[in-house]
């Protein structure tokens, strides 16, 4: 592979781009929209006092994994010289959707889960690649 086309990346951009993404899942989990029926389909004990051990490395690793999929969007913005919001709607939904709701769901039927976390986490990161998408397109 080239690696020219890391000197072509908008590091800001990405950066922004991912802080949007993690930001969307602290409202998408919050109790505002999902965080309850969320819980509810993965059994989670919320009275469990080892619940939230580890917590802060989870953010932070999520956050890092933000970051790996907003530098994979980037790279698609540059390789395929989208520019706009409409290109960034069209490449979010294209990625999220194919990639990141496909691997999720895959999984779920495996582990049995219910199609409300499909839906829960898969939307969520469809959402988040649109928005992360249309930041690069409309920034680059």
């Known amino acids: ?6 000197s072509q990346i908008n590091w800001l951009a990405v950066l922004v781009a991912a ?18 029926m969320w819980i509810k389909a993965h059994g989670i004990d919320m009275n469990d006092p080892n619940g939230r051990k580890g917590l802060g490395m989870m953010m ?16 698609l913005v540059v390789k395929l010289d989208l520019s706009g919001y409409m290109s960034g709607i069209k490449l979010g939904l294209a990625t999220g959707v194919c ?4 691997a999720l769901s895959i ?21 988040g690649q649109i928005i992360a998408a249309i930041i690069l397109c409309v920034w680059g």
């Open 99 to 102: 990639f990141s709701m496909m």
């Open 19 to 36: 802080v949007a993404y993690f930001i969307l899942g602290a409202l998408w989990y919050s109790n505002i929209l999902f965080a309850n």
């Open 60 to 75: 932070f690793l999520s956050f890092v994994g933000f970051f790996i999929v907003c530098i994979g969007l980037e790279m």
């Open 1 to 6: 592979m080239n690696s020219e086309i890391f």
């Open 107 to 127: 999984t779920y039927l495996y582990t049995r889960k219910p199609i409300s976390l499909h839906l829960i986490d898969g939307l969520y990161h469809v959402i």
